[in-house]
């Protein structure tokens, strides 16, 4: 399996499964348009970006490379590395039409095209430069009060907002985006008094 340390942004959780049995890294789902409108996904990626460094694997039509285009806009020169994946014609298994432009994106994509484009966007084994820590988890967040127990998704909000990070954020995006941001030291500073224990 590919290693890298830079955060991985795509658009689909489609495409951040596939992705997910081909890279051990963490992943970012733009849900296709929705970074346009969102100011704090805007400055999500522009700080993950920033401390970790991007890897954008979009789609190969036109809306791909328009997504594509406004993240490396966002953020820092030099932080975003760009991996392309060739054009292929075809339908992805799970949907009934083809895309508008009849090529496969990411998630259609076979998985020895999508290793070979990741190693070739010089991202991959990057994985040794993050010092290891110990990471946030499932349990973390429950004793944090954040999932499981009534009142979750209200305290949830509250951290969204207090972090600033985008309100839509589900609970594994969240956890994956705690993970790139902060140590599991530093999210129990931000969460005493929250918790279920």
Do not use: H, W
């Not at 890294?25 to 346009?36: E, Q, S």
């Not at 954008?56 to 791909?64: K, N, Q, S, V």
């Not at 991959?124 to 979750?152: N, Q």
Request: glycine letters at 8%.
């Amino acid at each position: 399996m590919l290693t890298t340390s830079r955060v991985i942004v795509t658009e689909g959780r489609y495409d951040k499964a596939k992705l997910s049995d081909i890279i051990d890294a963490d992943i970012f789902v733009t849900d296709g348009f929705a970074v346009y409108k969102d100011k704090a996904m805007q400055k999500l990626l522009r700080e993950l970006a920033a401390r970790r460094g991007l890897l954008i694997l979009t789609d190969p039509d036109r809306a791909g490379f328009r997504i594509r285009a406004f993240i490396k806009g966002l953020c820092p020169p030099g932080t975003c590395l760009d991996a392309y994946i060739p054009d292929v014609y075809g339908k992805e298994s799970r949907k009934s039409k083809p895309a508008a432009e009849g090529k496969l994106g990411v998630e259609g994509i076979d998985a020895r095209i999508l290793r070979r484009a990741i190693t070739e966007s010089g991202a991959a084994d990057e994985r040794p430069d993050v010092p290891e820590r110990v990471r946030i988890t499932v349990c973390d967040l429950y004793d944090a009060g954040l999932t499981g127990s009534d009142g979750a998704s209200l305290r949830r909000a509250e951290l969204l907002k207090k972090l600033e990070l985008p309100e839509r954020l589900g609970t594994k995006q969240l956890l994956s985006v705690l993970n790139c941001l902060y140590s599991r030291e530093e999210f129990i500073r931000l969460t005493e008094g929250t918790g279920n224990v």
